[in-house]
């Protein structure tokens, strides 16, 4: 079975700039759920989608936010970028919500 | 205030050992508990999940929970060079409801 797919890999954006991350889940899987690693922070909780639905929030502001397609699929958006945007956003995806399985990532670099 | 606390490290076991690693949390609705492994430079792999008091084993690790301390941890035995990583402690308050959040501790 596939595991989680994440595109793009890289990306480096301009402050001010928007981005929109993709993420396709394991096949079957209908919760998906986006990380943000930073070396300052660790592993923080962004949001967590399940069937189309937001279930989970973190303390993130507005400017990331996030949806999910009936294919499961989703995608989240950061609008107005900054420095400390740059990150790995990670995108997981599990069967119900408990166990989690994490995608490779994607490296944002913001300039 | 930190709500999953691990050692930072480094630790250094000699190969063929028994690798320990803790983890406290501060959330006495945690009811999953997970542990995942992280390579330099790649994404989190999950190898042990545990849900119930006790100890649950796969292979060369054990992970241990007791919920009346409030920690959980990982054995990892005949440590090998393969085994040098980054290990993740995370939970979840999810447990039939509807929190699925992971929290995740610093690492070791």
């Known amino acids: 079975k596939a595991g989680v797919t994440q595109t793009p890999r890289y990306l480096i954006k301009t402050r001010g700039q928007q981005v929109t991350l993709s993420c396709s889940p394991i096949s079957g899987h209908r919760s998906v759920s986006w990380y943000q690693q930073t070396p300052g922070q660790g592993l923080q909780f962004l949001f967590e989608y399940f069937s189309e639905t937001q279930r989970n929030k973190g303390n993130f502001p507005g400017r990331f936010s996030g949806r999910q397609f009936s294919n499961s699929r989703s995608e989240m958006n950061v609008s107005t970028l900054e420095l400390g945007d740059s990150a790995l956003y990670l995108c997981?995806?599990?069967?119900?919500?408990?166990?989690?399985?994490f995608g490779p990532g994607t490296r944002l670099t913001v300039t | 205030q930190k709500e999953v606390e691990q050692n930072s490290g480094p630790l250094s076991v000699p190969e063929g050992a028994i690798a320990s690693l803790n983890c406290t949390y501060s959330d006495r609705g945690s009811q999953s508990f997970f542990w995942y492994r992280q390579y330099s430079g790649k994404s989190p792999e999950l190898i042990m999940s545990?849900?119930?008091?006790g100890d649950k084993e796969d292979g060369r690790f054990t992970a241990q929970l007791n919920k009346a301390s409030q920690y959980v941890s990982l054995l990892i035995r005949d440590s090998q060079p393969s085994d040098s990583a980054t290990y993740l402690c995370?939970?979840?308050?999810?447990?039939?409801?509807?929190?699925?959040?992971?929290?995740f501790g610093r690492g070791t």
């Open positions: 997981a995806s599990s069967l119900k919500g408990y166990e989690q399985y």
């Open positions: 995370a939970m979840s308050a999810g447990s039939g409801g509807s929190n699925y959040k992971l929290t």
């Open positions: 545990i849900y119930s008091n």
